[in-house]
Structures are given as structure tokens and as C-alpha cells.
């Protein structure tokens, strides 16, 4: 059972910038592709960005791509989502997630993920 704990949320300007990071424990972190999604209120969580075992590949949202990188470090069992160029609609809660599943496609599915963390409010300011 891998457990997830997401942190770095906040309230900013839109244009500025947030790091985003996702501790886990309680499994082998760099057997999990690790996937970033967000939920505003109202709408389904959706897709934000996705980084495979060994860090190589990355994918991301039409949406935040160029303004958003996801990064992992291995040996300290963490996700990170650096997120530049807010916009208000980058207003959401923000989910870390591990997948079981090998990198495919960039695994953008909501389902195919296998445990999350509780989330992080971003609140982007107009």
C-alpha cells in the first residue's frame, strides 16, 4: 500500500508560479509511473501530467504544457509539479497519483491510477 501526501498548494497572482511536491511511502516509488491530476469545483478530475519510472518521459495536459513540469527524485521518494504562468483556471485541487501499470502512452486515465493522496488547493487570482 503505497500512501501519497501532496503539499506546496496555495494562493497566488495569476502569473506567478507554485512548486508542487508529492511525498510517498510504503512502496517501491520507483516502480509507480506518478501522475499529477487536478479537480475544480463542479468538474471531473482531469489530467494534468504524468512522469514515468525512471523520470525519462513525461507527458502533459494540452493545457498546461510549457507552463507546467513534472520531475521525480527516486532516492527521496518524491513527485514534483512546478508550475509557472497561473492562470485562474489553473484554479483546482491537485491530486498526486501512483500507477501499477508500466509507461504507456503517457498514461493519461484518471482509472488506471492505483492509490492518491488527499489533495492541495491552488487558488489562482485574476
Known amino acids: 500500500q503505497v500512501q501519497l501526501v501532496e503539499s506546496g498548494g496555495g494562493l497566488v497572482q495569476a502569473g506567478g508560479s507554485l512548486r508542487l511536491s508529492c511525498a510517498a511511502s510504503?512502496?517501491?516509488?520507483?516502480?509507480?509511473?506518478m501522475g499529477w491530476f487536478r479537480q475544480a469545483p463542479g468538474k471531473e478530475r482531469e489530467f494534468v501530467a504524468a512522469?514515468?519510472?525512471?523520470?525519462?518521459?513525461?507527458s502533459y495536459a494540452v493545457s498546461v504544457k510549457g507552463r507546467f513540469t513534472i520531475s521525480r527524485d527516486n532516492a527521496k521518494n518524491t513527485v514534483t509539479l512546478q508550475m509557472n504562468s497561473l492562470k485562474p483556471e489553473d484554479t483546482a485541487l491537485y491530486y498526486c497519483?501512483?500507477?501499477?501499470?508500466?509507461?504507456?502512452?503517457?498514461?493519461?486515465?484518471?482509472?488506471?491510477?492505483?492509490?492518491w493522496g488527499h489533495g492541495t488547493q491552488v487558488t489562482v487570482s485574476s
Open positions: 510504503g512502496g517501491t516509488f520507483s516502480h509507480y509511473v
Open positions: 497519483a501512483a500507477d501499477r501499470a508500466p509507461w504507456s502512452n503517457g498514461n493519461y486515465y484518471v482509472n488506471e491510477y492505483d492509490y
Open positions: 512522469i514515468s519510472w525512471s523520470g525519462i518521459s513525461t
